[in-house]
T-cell receptor, first 112, second 119 residues
Framework: ETGVTQSPTHLIKTRGQQVTLRCSSQ?????VSWYQQALGQGPQFIFQ???????GRGNFPPRFSGLQFPNYSSELNVNALELDDSALYLC???????????FGPGTRLTVT | AQKVTQAQTEISVVEKEDVTLDCVYE???????LFWYKQPPSGELVFLIR??????QNEISGRYSWNFQKSTSSFNFTITASQVVDSAVYFC????????????????FGKGTKLSVKP
């Protein structure tokens, strides 16, 4: 069984640019949740996608957006990058919207 | 409001010592789940345990044990005979609203406790 994968591993962007992060869910999982983890902090919930629809959102501005595809993989898009967006972005997949979440290795984004 | 507090920022022990990581949570919901995750330097969150709010039985898994007490809103994690490989950041997390298919089901994390086990 293939676990949750994320790409890229690391990314460096400049303030004001846009970035797309990708996540492939674990086999049999139809829900993907995204979290932002700033240095020295716990992960914070960004949003969740269930069957290609947004199914809940945390306290993040609209420039954080996402997609889920028919194969349940997902993208996180961040527009107009700010320095504070520098963080580890974690993706988690689950069998159902409220089910057990399994995390990927994360994408480390640095904004300069 | 939902909140998880891990008061211990960093703990350092010598191998074979026992160590307890504290977790205090806040929620008004009567149905909720509590979790512990381990985050090694690689960054991936590794699931350790899930407990629901209706099951206060303590659990033991090898060198790991968990003490859930609703009266004090605590869900503490003990590692017995710690090993160098236990060095990591440990997160306690809370999840409410377990209506499958219709709710957020998002995890609320504490700030984590960094455990260093020295040989």
């Amino acid at each position: 069984e293939t676990g949750v994968t994320q790409s890229p591993t690391h990314l460096i962007k400049t303030r004001g640019q846009q970035v797309t992060l990708r996540c492939s869910s674990q086999s049999g999982h139809n829900t993907v949740s995204w979290y932002q983890q700033a240095l020295g902090q716990g992960p914070q919930f960004i949003f969740q996608y269930y069957r290609e629809e947004e199914n809940g959102r945390g306290n993040f501005p609209p420039r954080f957006s996402g997609l889920q595809f028919p194969n349940y993989s997902s993208e996180l898009n961040v527009n107009a990058l700010e320095l504070d967006d520098s963080a580890l972005y974690l993706c988690a997949s689950s069998r159902l919207a409220g089910g057990e979440q399994y995390f990927g290795p994360g994408t480390r984004l640095t904004v300069t | 409001a939902q909140k998880v507090t891990q008061a211990q920022t960093e703990i350092s022990v010598v191998e074979k010592e026992d160590v307890t990581l504290d977790c205090v949570y806040e929620t008004r919901d009567t149905t909720y789940y509590l979790f512990w995750y381990k985050q090694p330097p690689s960054g991936e969150l590794v699931f350790l345990i899930r407990r629901n709010s209706f099951d206060e039985q303590n659990e033991i898994s090898g060198r790991y044990s968990w003490n859930f007490q609703k009266s004090t809103s605590s869900f503490n994690f003990t590692i017995t005979a710690s090993q160098v490989v236990d060095s990591a950041v440990y997160f306690c997390a809370l999840k409410v609203s377990l209506n499958y298919g219709g709710s957020q089901g998002n995890l609320i994390f504490g700030k984590g406790t960094k455990l260093s086990v020295k040989p």
